[in-house]
């Protein structure tokens, strides 16, 4: 996928009136499992919160001591950083259900 | 041969530094191998592990991580402190790292596969930033009540360790007891190599901490319960060595402090590095001999260790300055050390895990208990017995002279108290009251001595303001007499000696007087017959003269007769004139 390798990939769409969804995806080199997760949250975003949403891909192969910072354990792992409060999903993001309720999307859309 | 090679090749040691744990486990945990301290909350695993990496760090110049689940950064920084260790001086140069592991279920959301490829990274960046060769994971199973996943997890733990082991990190995993198993979520499967059990039970509201050896794979080592101890400078652990009867024995002798004791013992006292046994009831004397004896070690320049469990040094020192002893000066010069404590304090264990500690620390060559008895009270009689033989053996090892007192009962038979450890007793000493004529007084006599000539007599024990006293006790005219009655006797028979001693001398006197009334006597009837002799002279004497006068007269009247009466006259006359 596109935007995995490099260390910061950056998809940006910027709506004023709505706040910004601030999202980081930490990942260990392009493994099968992110390559799934961010596709997984790729699809999520676009189809929940299309243009207000930002995501950040951190490879900790390249950059192993920000794992410390966002006390990261599990690979892959999704932190929700803005709105706050900070939220984390760990996995694959195959369950968009979960997914969903973990980022507390549903009270956007609906 | 073959399987000393084995050892070396395939079970290098990493020693820990932790006092005793090195000695059972025969040279420390197995190098570049993960290591498994379970035990319940507070049992010590943190600070077991904390030191380990301390030690590491400061004396083997193995630099080490600290990765914690559970306890903040500052907290660990306090426990450190807790131990005597910067952590923080430490961090910045690079001999620990640490990084604390937060996981809150309520903050993560788990959906779909994942592995803790993050948790290995921060690992490996924490050990690659100080080049650590010891790591600590405290403790890892947090990670099961932060994530769900279980399969997920023990896979990867199997692949933690096995990535340590690859890595060559010698390294602790602590874990929480579970009900029947070691750990609560088994890691006791994945860490086969060495799993050592802490454990802390509370037996009469005495707590003793204790560690076991559960196993330790290609090694042997003590499978026993070692009781352990923690404090200011850390772990102790007693290393309860099994050292056997092969300790070097001393020719020596040191003198007891009490010269008439010394006499009793063939006059040279007791041998250096035996085990001396005072038994004896309340008020006998015991802590009084036992001051003695240290007073005489420290006299000769040797250090003494005194662990009173009845009185505070203070109060031992005000005692003994009554009878004429000065400790406070052995104090101040450093030969003297007391060590108090209520025996009740904690377990017998611990008191000789303290026995231990101090006795490293101080190294004296002399070593007083005061008292024993309310140790030995503390365990069961085969507990005492067995530690106890652990702890004379180790004194001997070390050649230090051992001097215990006991405290007997009322009532109870002497000897019988210390039946336990008798036999590990060189020499006996027995204090006993001797009630006599409504006085008690104190007797002293040796019950055993091996290996030397010693009295067999009841000395009675006198405690005096110049120090401890023995004398003979009366033996005469077929009984014993002790205190007072001994006096009374010895009065007696000093009074009818005198007694004697006065005629004999009257009759002297008598005899003088008499001598001298016969030789005046004498002198009278000498000086009578002189005054005789010279009443006999003086009349002789006048006779005489009276002749020679009518001599003359008749001279002068044959002149007168004849006309010529002037020269023979005349010179008569003048011859009579001078006698006059």
């Not at chain 2, 009469?204 to 070692?226: A, C, F, M, N």
């Not at chain 2, 009675?460 to 205190?483: A, H, K, M, P, R």
Request: charge should be neutral; aromatic fraction near 6%.
């Amino acid at each position: 996928m596109k935007a995995v390798s490099p260390g910061k990939g950056k998809k940006a769409k910027t709506d004023s009136t709505e706040e910004i969804w601030n999202l980081r995806l930490y990942v260990a080199g392009q493994t099968q499992k992110s390559i799934t997760a961010f596709a997984n949250l790729k699809k999520i975003c676009e189809e929940h919160l299309a243009g207000k949403y930002r995501i950040e891909v951190i490879d900790l192969l390249k950059n192993p001591q920000l794992a410390k910072g966002d006390q990261i354990i599990a690979i892959p792992t999704l932190v929700r950083e803005l709105p706050e409060p900070l939220k984390k999903i760990i996995g694959d993001l195959a369950n968009t259900e979960r997914v969903l309720v973990g980022l507390d999307i549903r009270s956007v859309t609906g | 041969m073959v399987k000393e090679k084995h050892d070396v090749d395939v079970l290098e040691k990493c020693p820990t530094g932790i006092r005793g744990l090195d000695e059972i486990t025969k040279g420390g945990l197995p190098r570049g191998r993960p290591t498994l301290i379970c035990g319940s909350a507070g049992s010590g695993k943190t600070l077991l592990a904390m030191e380990f990496l301390m030690r590491g760090a400061m004396d083997y110049g193995e630099p080490g991580v600290f990765m914690t689940f559970e306890e903040t950064p500052e907290d660990l920084a306090k426990n450190f402190i807790s131990l005597g260790f910067d952590l923080h001086d430490m961090m910045s140069r690079g001999l620990i790292a640490t990084d604390h592991v937060y996981i809150a279920r309520s903050e993560i959301e788990e959906t779909g596969d994942y592995d803790l490829e993050g948790l290995f990274i921060r690992l490996g960046n924490a050990i690659d930033s100080i080049g650590a060769k010891r790591v600590v994971l405290d403790t890892i199973e947090a990670l099961f009540s932060g994530l769900s996943n279980a399969a997920i997890l023990r896979a990867e733990l199997r692949r933690l360790f096995h990535w340590l082991k690859e890595r060559g990190m010698t390294a602790i995993v602590t874990g929480e007891s579970g009900d029947k198993t070691l750990t609560r979520y088994g890691l006791e499967e994945y860490v086969a190599d060495c799993v050592i059990l802490l454990d802390f039970r509370i037996q009469e509201q005495i707590s003793t901490r204790r560690l076991r050896i559960v196993k330790y794979r290609g090694s042997s080592h003590g499978s026993d319960e070692y009781p352990f101890l923690i404090d200011d400078r850390g772990l102790s652990i007693l290393p309860i060595t099994s050292l056997g009867l092969d300790y070097p024995v001393s020719t020596e002798r040191i003198s007891t402090g009490v010269p008439k004791l010394d006499a009793m013992f063939d006059g040279k006292g007791f041998y250096r590095g035996s085990t001396i046994l005072v038994s004896g009831t309340a008020g006998t004397g015991k802590t009084s001999l036992s001051a003695t004896f240290a007073n005489a070690a420290c006299l000769r320049g040797e250090r003494c260790l005194y662990f009173a469990f009845e009185e505070s040094p203070r109060q031992i020192i005000r005692n003994m300055g009554s009878i004429g002893m000065d400790l406070a000066q052995w104090v101040k010069k450093g030969l003297l050390k007391f060590h108090s404590a209520r025996p009740s304090l904690y377990g017998l264990e611990m008191h000789l895990v303290t026995f231990h500690k101090v006795i490293e620390e101080f190294k004296p060559e002399v070593f007083i208990v005061d008292p024993i008895s309310n140790l030995i009270a503390a365990g069961t009689a085969s507990e005492v017995k067995s530690i106890l033989t652990r702890l004379i053996d180790y004194l001997k090892m070390k050649k230090i002279s051992t001097f215990l007192t006991d405290l007997t009962h009322f009532g109870g038979s002497l000897e019988r108290t210390s039946e336990e450890i008798s036999s590990l007793i060189d020499t006996w000493l027995l204090l006993r009251d001797i009630e006599l004529k409504g006085e008690r007084n104190r007797g002293l006599y040796i019950l055993k001595s091996r290996g030397m000539a010693h009295s067999h007599q009841i000395q009675e024990f006198l405690l005096t303001n110049q120090g401890i006293g023995l004398i003979d006790i009366y033996t005469g005219s077929g009984e014993v007499l002790t205190g007072s009655a001994r006096a009374a006797q010895e009065a007696e028979e000093k009074a009818s000696e005198l007694a004697r001693r006065h005629e004999a001398e009257y009759r002297l006197r008598e005899q003088e007087r008499k001598r001298n009334a016969l030789e005046a006597k004498i002198a009278a009837l000498r000086a009578e017959f002189d005054a005789e002799s010279e009443e006999m002279h003086l009349m002789a004497e006048e006779e005489r003269k009276r002749q020679s006068v009518l001599a003359e007269d008749r001279l002068e009247m044959v002149h007168l007769r004849k006309g010529k009466p002037s020269a023979v006259r005349q010179s008569a006359r003048k011859r009579r004139g001078k006698g006059e």
